[in-house]
């Protein structure tokens, strides 16, 4: 007797106090991913309840990044290991896996090519490394840190740069191929959490643990200025992202708000709020499209309504908990190894 996979019921993202939370985007627009345990959640950004869920990780997953090509995914775990497999299969076939690192791997950023990778970790001395993912072979060094890097980001068009955000109050700057450390912004007081580049590859923003959120030309890597002139948040920055047309960044803050801020005017033109508890903490963020989205520390997704910024359009709640529960097969039950929701497949019933 045969049967057919049935609906897929996902965990939340696996959350730390302190700790950013990272969401990732693919390049079409359609998925949004994340992970948590042993396993990459691919979640549908219109109907959150269709997902995908990658289990081929030995350890607890960090990250998990699209290719620009879309065609693959990286990801990478506590032991510094990294996989790159298949996205256009069901089966999810592996393309590479690597060791590029022994610590945990924080952050991983393709060139926008889809040719080369940047991996940033925990650890000792040696905090990246930067390779062709087809080969493995070296293509720079990630120096110039004294402590671990947080985030890594590739800027996505010509000249190619690299900016990192570091534990040692730093923002790295490099140039290449190959790429080469060529200096560091040193105007952040504390952990710097998150780097992104815009799409349009102009500028990049860097936030912290220090409330600050710095702006940056992307070709030169110098600091332009504070955005809205001075702390941003009144609690750490754990993330950043921009939006579409490069206009907007929208930041994720301890201080359980998020805000919008417009770049040309350097001031904040909207800030969400979510509540008083610690749980409503707001530790990772993402503008996929039309949509904006957080992620709280109890691991609640937040779809924000710019209309009603004090209410989100839609709260996706569940548990961060892996758990192996029956899902419903041609009307039959049967033990799947699937890591689900208990909430979400409860309420799902």
Not at 39 to 52: C, F, G, L, M, Q
Not at 97 to 119: C, F, H, M, N, T
Not at 313 to 323: D, L, V, Y
Request: aromatic residues 12%; contains cysteine.
């Amino acid at each position: 007797m045969s049967f057919e996979k049935g609906r897929i019921f996902s965990t939340l993202p696996k959350t730390v106090r302190g700790v950013p939370t990272v969401l990732k985007g693919d390049p079409k627009g359609k998925n949004f991913l994340y992970t948590n345990g042993t396993s990459v959640i691919i979640r549908d950004i219109e109907n959150p309840d269709n997902a995908d869920i990658y289990t081929q990780h030995a350890k607890d997953t960090t990250v998990a990044v699209y290719a620009p090509s879309g065609f693959y995914i990286a990801s990478g775990d506590v032991s510094g290991k990294l996989r790159i497999w298949d996205t256009t299969q069901a089966e999810h076939i592996l393309k590479y896996e690597y060791q590029p690192l022994s610590g945990a791997i924080k952050d991983i950023a393709w060139s926008e090519e889809s040719k080369r990778i940047v991996v940033v970790r925990t650890g000792r001395e040696k905090f990246g490394k930067l390779f062709l993912w087809d080969s493995g072979s070296s293509v720079g060094q990630i120096t110039g840190h004294s402590k671990d890097i947080n985030a890594v980001d590739y800027k996505p068009t010509r000249p190619f740069r690299i900016c990192t955000a570091s534990e040692d109050s730093d923002v790295g700057f490099y140039e290449g191929p190959p790429f080469k450390y060529h200096h560091a912004n040193k105007s952040h007081t504390n952990f710097v959490n998150c780097v992104k580049y815009s799409p349009n590859g102009e500028h990049f923003v860097s936030g912290g643990a220090d409330g600050m959120i710095f702006l940056y030309n992307g070709k030169t890597g110098e600091e332009i200025c504070a955005l809205g002139g001075g702390k941003a948040h009144k609690g750490g920055v754990y993330g950043i992202s921009w939006s579409p047309d490069s206009k907007f960044v929208l930041s994720a803050s301890a201080d359980k708000t998020a805000k919008i801020w417009d770049i040309a005017a350097n001031s904040a033109s909207m800030e969400f709020t979510f509540g008083t508890d610690l749980e409503h903490q707001q530790l990772g963020c993402l503008w996929q499209g039309e949509y904006l989205l957080t992620v709280a520390l109890s691991g609640n997704i937040c779809y924000l309504d710019k209309n009603n910024p004090s209410s989100p359009s839609r709260i996706i709640k569940g548990t961060q908990q892996e758990h192996f529960v029956p899902c419903v097969l041609r009307r039959r039950f049967y033990s799947l190894h699937w890591k689900v929701s208990i909430h979400e497949f409860v309420s799902g019933m």
